[in-house]
């Protein structure tokens, strides 16, 4: 059973989920970064079902299905379905504070995995256009299955690709955790907004537009390389019209989203030769104010002492000269 655990001093939350880690050999790092990572017992491959648990939602020929005990829905497009240790669990929601310093309450939420393609080894970059905007649909109709759910305050989705990235398939696929509570992060963001007069991602568009960290624009998103950025190529992608969550995309949007997503990952294979990365939606869908934004990092440095004792990221190159070299699609020193 896992625990979600809040120190009243220091506003953090952390998730004690011990399910996840059984022997201590699991916290020893695999070597290697392998394209095969996992193919022989991959129970995300088209065919291997039964070695997940029952699929949710299942996505085929623009139906939306589920698995039942009887039967496993087979030749999908994409395939939902709880995540085998979740890091969360659906337990009760009720919870009481143990003391005033700390409080521990039941690890409720939802950890589920969503499928992006039926082969193995598959990548976002090579995928049609058909493929792409499914799965962005995919993104939107999850967050609104969750979002639904009255004890769910936030719907985090994200992708690890590669090792490094913390996967540990190399199956095409992205997460989803649905909490019960807004992270701190987000809570502290949207203290600053209503702070403004004006959402500071509008403000935010209408100078990278002009800026030399523009990457690439499209019709409804833009990309680019954010002034403050944490870590060596990393890439906002922001939808040009205010929306705060991807429920309120409409289907051209999530489709050009789908474009744009495939062309920052085409550059970073480009002139990263197939990092690793993340990418993360920022969205909230109780607060209108909010602006929806993707943020995609490559894992090319890592997180150390001086970064974990400060918060402040080391980063060695610059956004501005990171978005010339993905603009253009060139390796540094080409
Ligand atoms: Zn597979
Ligand atoms: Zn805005």
Redesign the pocket.
Known sequence: MSEIRKHYFLPEYCIISEERAKRPSDFAEAVGDSEELGRASCAFCEGAEEMTPLATAVYKDGKILVDTDEKRVRSWDFRCFPNRYPALSPVPAFFELSENVWETRPGFGFHEVIVESPVHGNKLANFSDKELSGLMGVYRDRTSHYRAHENIRYVSLFKNSGKAAGASLNHPHSQLLALPLLPPLLEKELHAIREEEK????TL?EKERTSERLIRENSEWTAFAPYCSASPFEVWVLPKK?VSWLGDCSEEALFSLGEMLRDVLRAYEKVLKNPPYNYMFFQLFETPEY?LNLRLLPRLSRIAGFEMNTGIYINTISPERAASYLKRERRPGE
Not at 199 to 202: L, N, S, V
């Open positions: 959402c500071p991602y509008c568009l205010h602006h």
